[in-house]
């Protein structure tokens, strides 16, 4: 029965780790090209990554057997909508990471990942635009994963020959960046607080310009232009500013949304050691270093951590 239990309560945020683990891999395959070719790290995460993929995807998937009713709660929750298109990200993100390793499952797995997330983004758009129940309060960072997550696609999808279409995907991104990031901002000025358990989330707001200059130097050539110095610099303001307040977000109890600082994390540091590289800045690349020891030490201590959640039988617990 309480394994039962467990199984009806397991959340679909927990896709986030497969996005940190994949950004960390992303992180180190950087490192490599840049500095130590040959390092085996990336590899062996990108191997994490999948497995963990897998074994969440076989455990969700259980959960929609056996508990349709639990998955149609979180596809209605105005929050934990948000967390569906992790799914399709993370095809995404291993597909981008997988990509000088294995080519042809890399271009299938983008392929599914990019289609199904352009499915997610219409179906949340949609409860969006036709809800009778969201409210100002349910609005956080994490809402960007549907529709800013498009800005993901040309990571991979410009080296398998998909120019178009990953504008098309870039463009939706960017657009709808700028009008959630007014209204989370709204929310934060003009009403009550982010909750502890959601104030992780705000690190979600480094991702997109962090990607985005990613996925704009793919899309542009490599070629460091103004739209390309604004997206990563607004990125490093954003990093800067949350690191200002790491107090703040030490005292908080932990929660699975801690996840959210990984992937964000792992994008601002391949965005700056991409751009360090292209400046030819010394003290950009050193600080990018230290943000590869600081996203690899995160993800290390959340592992530690979700592994003790799980023993004590701290998630996939009823929740209001």
Same mark, same amino acid.
């Given at each position: 029965?309480? #394994? ?16 940190? =683990? ?27 990554? $999948? ?56 271009? *299938? ?6 289609? =199904? ?6 179906? $949340? ?33 410009? #080296? !398998? ?29 003009? !009403? ?52 200002? #307040? ?31 590289? #292209? ?13 590869? $020891?600081?996203?690899?030490? *995160? ?10 959640? $799980?023993?004590? !039988? ?7």
């Amino acid at each position: 029965m309480e #394994q039962s239990s467990r199984l009806a309560n397991f959340p679909i945020s927990w896709f986030a780790s497969v996005m940190g =683990l994949s950004g960390l891999t992303i992180v180190w395959e950087r490192v490599a090209t840049q500095f130590f070719p040959g390092l085996p790290v990336a590899p062996l995460l990108l191997l994490a990554a $999948v497995v963990l993929f897998l074994a969440l995807s076989t455990i969700y998937g259980l959960k929609i057997l056996r508990y349709p009713q639990a998955v149609r709660q979180e596809l209605n929750h105005p929050i934990k909508l948000s967390f569906f298109p992790a799914f399709s990200i993370s095809l995404i993100l291993i597909a981008t990471a997988g990509l000088q390793h294995a080519p042809g499952l890399s271009h *299938v797995l983008w392929l599914a990942g990019s289609g =199904l997330h352009l499915l997610f983004t219409f179906y $949340v758009m949609s409860a969006w635009i036709h809800h009778e129940h969201f409210e100002i309060q349910h609005i956080n960072p994490a809402w960007f994963i549907p529709v800013v997550g498009n800005i993901l696609v040309p990571l991979a999808g410009v #080296q !398998h020959g998909y120019m178009e279409i990953s504008w098309f995907f870039f463009s939706i991104g960017v657009v709808f960046w700028g009008v959630l990031l007014a209204i989370i901002f709204y929310r934060m000025l003009f !009403h009550a607080p982010l909750p502890g358990k959601l104030l992780p989330t705000l690190f979600i707001l480094i991702a997109p310009p962090a990607v985005g200059f990613l996925a704009y130097q793919q899309l542009n050539g490599g070629e460091l232009d103004t739209l390309a110095r604004i997206l990563y610099h607004i990125g490093l303001f954003l990093t800067l500013l949350l690191l200002t #307040q790491v107090r703040r977000f030490l005292r908080l109890q932990f929660f699975l949304s801690w996840w959210a600082y990984s992937f964000p994390l792992a994008a601002i540091t391949t965005a700056t050691l991409v751009y360090g590289q #292209q400046i030819e800045s010394p003290g950009l690349i050193a600080f990018g270093g230290v943000l590869v $020891v600081l996203v690899t030490g *995160v993800i290390i201590t959340l592992v530690g951590l979700t592994a003790a959640a $799980v023993r004590r !039988h701290g998630i996939c617990v009823e929740e209001e």
